[in-house]
T-cell receptor, first 111, second 114 residues
Framework: DAGITQSPRYKITETGRQVTLMCHQT?????MFWYRQDLGHGLRLIYY???????DKGEVPDGYVVSRSKTENFPLTLESATRSQTSVYFC??????????FGEGSRLTVL | AQSVTQLGSHVSVSEGALVLLRCNYS??????LFWYVQYPNQGLQLLLK??????LVKGINGFEAEFKKSETSFHLTKPSAHMSDAAEYFC????????????FGAGTRLTVKP
């Protein structure tokens, strides 16, 4: 019962580098989401996907790219990392009832 | 669009005391409401949810919440706090007709004193 797996759990990178955070789910949920968690802001939606090959922007999409070629995978790419993208990133999936199931998070530090 | 306000970023209670975490929402449609809990270095997990029907919702670990439409509130309570309840709690609201639009509050950190 793996659920949602995120990797890496911890990542340190430098400004300007490309970083990809991976997300894999075993439930075959249609919807998948990427959130970032910052102190005082709660969770903010970056991108979501309603199904394979269908993605759309959330509240804070700038500087991020997503893809979803397979239902179970939803990688998040920072094409040129900036210090403001230092955060904890959570992948989540949902079924039709709307409740979200979260991964354990990926803590990204951009130096 | 929906929004959530959690009153109090930090709440401290003694072990055995009542836990009350406040959440007010704004929504243009009848909302779905959720409480999630986050333990250190972990993802969020669902405590309870309100969709339709009974307005008093019971969740895991003895928590419950009441949907009050007239007050646009969904406060989380537990009669007797336990040390293991110390965590961050998030209230969230979503549009039942728009599965991609869940909005979270800023969170309330609960501390339980022995």
């Amino acid at each position: 019962d793996a659920g949602i797996t995120q990797s890496p759990r911890y990542k340190i990178t430098e400004t300007g580098r490309q970083v990809t955070l991976m997300c894999h789910q075993t439930w075959s949920h249609s919807y998948m989401f990427w959130y970032r968690q910052d102190l005082g802001h709660g969770l903010r939606l970056i991108y979501y996907s309603a199904a394979a090959d269908i993605t759309d922007k959330g509240e804070v999409p700038d500087g991020y790219v997503v893809s979803r070629s397979k239902t179970e995978n939803f990688p998040l790419t920072l094409e040129s990392a900036t210090r403001s993208q230092t955060s904890v990133y959570f992948c989540a999936s949902s079924r039709i009832t709307g409740e979200l199931f979260f991964g354990e998070g990926s803590r990204l530090t951009v130096l | 669009a929906q929004s959530v306000t959690q009153l109090g970023s930090h709440v401290s209670v003694s072990e055995g005391a009542l836990v009350l975490l406040r959440c007010n929402y704004s929504s243009s449609v009848p909302p779905y409401l959720f409480w999630y809990v986050q333990y250190p270095n972990q993802g969020l997990q669902l405590l309870l949810k309100y969709t339709t029907g009974a307005t008093l919702v019971k969740g895991i670990n003895g928590f419950e919440a009441e949907f009050k439409k007239s007050e646009t509130s969904f406060h989380l309570t537990k009669p007797s706090a336990h040390m293991s309840d110390a965590a961050e709690y998030f209230c969230a609201v979503s549009d039942p007709y728009n599965n991609n639009d869940m909005r979270f509050g800023a969170g309330t950190r609960l501390t339980v004193k022995p």
